[in-house]
């Protein structure tokens, strides 16, 4: 058995360590889809059996002139360093082999891993007639660790509560519970213990009993909730920056205010940013993220945006508590962390 030595940076790969000696600095834009350049709602996961980071994506087809918003597969990059970002592919469904145009719509995927099998809860539309497709639901995939690519197989549709349910995003709320949120007129939670029968709970609420529905900051999408500094946080996506969310249990939520609305000074990462997740890496928390750096905001209607106006990228920023609160400099250069692996995938 081969024993590493790390020197600067340890970065763990399939089998072995590779050792650099100095600190890995992260790309910006960190990736973007290689055939319709439209890279978004980032889901990034660590895969056990590979050992390296897969970032799932919807695979927007930005360089269409319509359709661009539906038609989409599920993308995956992947990468053991940080520093550069391999496309895998698009992910099969069963009977729905990823291509980069589909007869159906896959949107934002959110995964989760429990033991050797990965849980998938993506948004499904049965087809793809621009702009939207009509309403969808969100269907339950799992795959073994092995297969993360072509190996999802379909558990079902979930039977959530509100219209045209959008966005889960998913966590570990104790020893025995899972904790989903979604989208559907308002941010909306249930509990599982199983990850396949969900109880629904309603809309969120704040600590001070406040539903987190369409009047409470507005419109938002894409809620991401997660675990760090012994605190529940949660990210939603108001396309006007990211709100932020604190919570003791998981159950009941402070709103904090927005983060990530002023542009950003790398490279494409020039406005907003859009449908959040992280990665919890030791004692440091990564915002994975896309933009659209040429969309204006407010925004022309899906189909009359041009083909610039569409095109998005996948970037990373370094979340930090500061006063107990949630910030994020997105101008920051960041570092891989030293060990790449997490504490708790």
Known sequence: MSRCVMFG?????????????EPAEVPAPLFKDPNYHGSCDPEIVWNSHTQQWWAFYTARRATRQTATYVGTPIGVAASSDWQSWRFVGYCDFEQHQGRPDMPVTFWAPGVVRDGDTYHMYVTFKDNADPP???KGGIVHYTAPASDLRTGW??????????????DAGVCKLDDQRWLMVYRAKGIRWATSTDLTRWQCHGLVQTTDGKPLDNKFIGYQEAPYPFKWGGDFWMLTDPHDGLAVYRSADGESWD?????MKAPGTRPHDNTRARHPSVAVVGERAFLFYHVEPWRPYPSPPAE???????????QVAELKIADGKLVCDRNQKITAPSQIKPGNP
Not at 304 to 314: A, D, G, I, M, N
């Open 304 to 314: 009359q945006r041009t083909v610039e106006q569409k095109r998005s990228f996948l």
């Open 153 to 166: 197989e379909k558990v079902g549709p979930l039977a959530l509560q509100g219209p045209d349910p959008i």
């Open 132 to 134: 939207w497709a009509g």
């Open 9 to 21: 940076l340890l970065v763990t790969i399939a089998g072995c360590g590779q050792v650099l000696g």
């Open 255 to 259: 709103y904090q205010g927005k983060i």
